[in-house]
């Protein structure tokens, strides 16, 4: 399809580890994004992954790239209330400047 | 780390006005920037990118006459709606992208509602 896909709704438990996937269109761009947007709030890149990469750590954020299937996933590892917010993968179709963003997925953090 | 502000964040107009909008990157300059528009529960819809010193380039469907992009200056650049009315409500937020990074920043949005 044309559209950058994510699922709509995660819920998961306080200390749980959280798996948002998207599936992003363009085998050529060349930088995939997560991004986390809070209620009435812009956009707070979390972490980015260079195409030539299958995966990237960063504290408690893991991102898998899987650019056969063009897939791209973020862990977060023990959960917290404060990452409940929403959740955009982005990429650069065309390795040019502008972004294309996923539909976003809803992550609710429960106690 | 690098900040942009958007400036208002809030504002409400009567239908038939223009709303201004502008976009700062405060510590870094930003040959480009980008605007924008995300409905209620939607993902972002880029609807422009700004180059400084040069007129915008529109996405498919966007009205360039409705929205007036100004990139002014290497810190600043400016979406006007003109003649809103409410079918332009939305959150408009904008990015720049570094000059020397090459890493784009979000503002924090403006929410424009139209009566």
């Known amino acids: 399809g044309e559209d950058v896909e994510q699922s709509l709704f995660l819920s998961v438990r306080e200390g749980d580890s959280s798996v948002i996937n998207c599936t992003y269109t363009?085998?050529?761009?060349?930088?995939l994004y997560w991004y986390k947007q809070e209620p009435g709030a812009g956009l707070q890149l979390l972490t980015y992954?260079?195409?030539?990469?299958d995966m990237k750590q960063d504290q408690r954020l893991t991102v898998l790239l899987n650019k056969k299937d063009k897939h791209l996933s973020l862990r977060i590892a023990d959960t917290q209330t404060g990452d409940s917010a929403i959740y955009f993968c982005?990429?650069?179709?065309?390795?040019?400047?502008?972004?294309?963003f996923g539909t976003g997925t809803q992550l609710k953090v429960e106690l | 780390g690098a900040v942009v502000s958007q400036h208002p964040s809030r504002v409400i107009c009567k239908s038939g006005t223009s709303v201004k909008i502008e976009c700062r990157s405060l510590?870094?300059?930003?040959?480009?920037m980008f605007w924008y528009r995300q409905f209620p529960k939607q993902s972002l819809m880029l609807m422009a990118t700004?180059?400084?010193?040069?007129?915008?380039?529109?996405e498919q469907g966007v009205e360039k006459d409705k929205f007036l992009i100004n990139h002014a200056s290497l810190t600043l650049s400016t979406l006007t709606v003109t003649s809103a009315h409410p079918e332009d409500s939305s959150f408009y937020i904008c990015?720049?992208?570094?000059?020397?990074?090459?890493?784009?920043?979000f503002g924090p949005g403006t929410r424009l509602t139209v009566t």
């Open positions: 992954i260079f195409s030539n990469m």
């Open positions: 982005a990429e650069n179709p065309g390795g040019g400047n502008k972004l294309t």
């Open positions: 510590d870094f300059q930003a040959t480009t």
């Open positions: 363009d085998s050529s761009s060349t930088y």
């Open positions: 990015s720049a992208k570094d000059l020397i990074s090459y890493e784009q920043y």
């Open positions: 700004s180059n400084e010193g040069s007129k915008a380039t529109y």
